[in-house]
């Protein structure tokens, strides 16, 4: 079965949620932002109390969980901005 790899980097509180900064995932062709949160999640538990509130980029822009990602992406994961 071809897979596409794409690269995930996490920032903020996120990093100590998972234990790393940047890692990659291999998804199947066509698979989207939530294929990608779904197995992301089963890897990293602590992640799944974040769903609601992850903002997620690709490249430089902000995208929904409909996005089809494509090899090579770099996805970017972060908490919502919160100013004060």
Known sequence: MPVMSVTV????????????????????PGATIAALRQQ???RFPKLKTMQKS????????????SYVLQ?????????PVQGG
């Open 40 to 42: 992301l999640c089963a």
């Open 71 to 79: 090899a090579g992406d770099e996805v970017s994961m972060f908490p």
């Open 54 to 65: 992850t903002l997620v980029a690709v490249g430089l822009d902000y995208q929904d969980q």
């Open 9 to 28: 980097n996490f920032y903020s509180y996120f990093k100590d949620l998972t234990g790393c900064a940047v890692t990659t995932e291999d998804l199947a």
